[in-house]
């Protein structure tokens, strides 16, 4: 005889929850619970990523459908994050936590679209791309942010020429400085980089999330944020702190930086934020003196090439040249600098693709509100 569901729930409601001394059914965090004889398959959300109580509760619930239920049973989990979780159970902790809460849920509520530029290497363009997206964009009419969370590389206060420190308001909330026409707040305003080398990923993670909450963005149509190189805890806080509208994922061709940005894209797909496209960087060289060449030194198409493979969209490619480099050097992004350049209307045309890209996006699924994130190991 197959195994009912409401006997798996009846012996799941004996499994507590050691956080918050409740057991995982009262809690809702068992979800799409199926069962076919002896197999029951089901998600366990957890609020937030935890793998040894993930091991834990996997291990309990087991244990309590073979003692409840049937000693044969065969219990598959998934485990999965709801981050919008955490929001709701710790609800009931206190007037501190709802505060908190309550600031976390209103820092972007001005921001219609969030999007992350991340790459799985180092140094394949990533703060380039993005400061030349959200110029491009800003161009266009919209009210971009950019918001450059490498805080132990910030790149954004020199591409974008800027050395003052921000004004903070009454309220004690920074208020971006504008350049180029975007709205711009760098972790290279307000830490000294020396100092942060030494910081480990937690604090990381814990000043960017302050700085989403005391930042005055106010209304923005855009607001683009610069990741830290890679993929790991630092980068998949972020995006998880974060409601993301949709990722762009930056690569150079060649096969060490394919890899990496194979796992970027893996990462948005873990956490269910959209991957807007791919954009490669660095594409082929033009030398300044022979414009009319092309030289593919890191080899070809290769970022096309994964973004075919990946199924997500081709958003572009940007030639390596050295107006480029030096624009970004000087502090104003090609794009501001030398529109009508062959590379500032490569960076216009991937930047339109992407608020093409993200106009369906948002008319398939609706306009970003909260997007309960979700991590399927
Ligand atoms: N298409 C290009 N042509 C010429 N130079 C480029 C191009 N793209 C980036 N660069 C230069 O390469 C260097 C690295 O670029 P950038 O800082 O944007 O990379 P990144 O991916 O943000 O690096 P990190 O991983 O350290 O954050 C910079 O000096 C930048 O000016
Ligand atoms: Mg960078």
New binding site residues.
């Given amino acids: 005889m197959s195994i009912h569901k409401e006997e798996v729930k009846s012996a799941l409601s004996q499994v507590l929850h050691p956080t918050y001394s409740k057991d995982l059914i009262t809690l809702g965090l068992v979800q799409d619970l199926i069962t076919q004889d002896k197999y029951i398959s089901f998600t366990l959300e957890l609020p937030k990523k935890d793998d040894q109580l993930a091991s834990k509760l996997k291990k309990d619930c087991e244990k309590a459908v073979k003692k409840f239920i049937d000693p044969e049973a065969v219990v598959d989990i998934t485990i999965g994050i709801n981050i919008s979780k955490q929001r709701e159970l710790e609800g009931n902790g206190g007037d501190d936590q709802q505060q908190q809460q309550k600031k976390e849920q209103q820092v972007l509520s001005g921001v219609k679209n969030v999007i992350a530029v991340a790459?799985g290497?180092?140094?394949?363009?990533?703060?380039?791309?993005?400061?030349n997206l959200a110029v491009s964009i800003a161009q266009t009419g919209a009210k971009v942010g950019l918001l450059d969370t490498?805080i132990y590389?910030p790149?954004i206060p020199t591409?974008f020429g800027v050395s003052e420190r921000p004004n903070i308001t009454t309220q004690k909330k920074l208020v971006p400085i504008k350049k180029h026409g975007v709205h711009l707040v760098s972790m290279g305003f307000l830490v000294d980089t020396d100092q942060a080398m030494i910081w480990r990923g937690p604090m990381v993670t814990s000043a960017v999330k302050q700085f989403m909450q005391e930042v005055e963005w106010g209304e923005l149509d855009y607001l683009i944020l610069?990741l830290?190189?890679g993929t790991g805890d630092i980068q998949l806080t972020i995006v998880q702190t974060v409601p993301l509208t949709g990722a762009v994922v930056?690569s150079t061709p060649q096969n060490v930086a394919l890899d990496d940005a194979r796992k970027g894209v893996a990462m948005f797909g873990k956490v269910n934020v959209p991957v807007l496209g791919i954009i490669e960087?660095?594409a082929y060289f033009v030398p300044e003196d022979m414009p009319e060449k092309k030289y593919y030194i890191f080899g070809k198409h290769g970022a096309r090439n994964l973004a075919k493979k990946l199924e997500v969209p081709f958003l572009g490619e940007?030639?390596?040249?050295?107006?480029?480099?030096?624009t970004?050097?000087s502090g104003t992004p090609i794009v501001a600098d030398d529109p009508t350049s062959a590379?500032g209307i490569c960076l216009k045309e991937i930047a339109n693709r992407v608020q093409q890209t993200l106009a369906i996006r948002n008319k398939e699924q609706g306009e970003t509100e909260k997007i309960d994130i979700k991590i399927r190991p």
């Avoid at 290497?121 to 400061?131: D, E, F, L, Y």
């Avoid at 940007?318 to 480099?325: E, G, I, S, Y």
């Fill in positions: 790459s290497k180092g140094g394949v363009g990533k703060s380039t791309i993005a400061a490498d590389g790149s591409m610069d830290p190189p930056v960087n660095m940007v030639p390596l040249r050295d107006n480029v480099r030096k970004s050097d590379s």
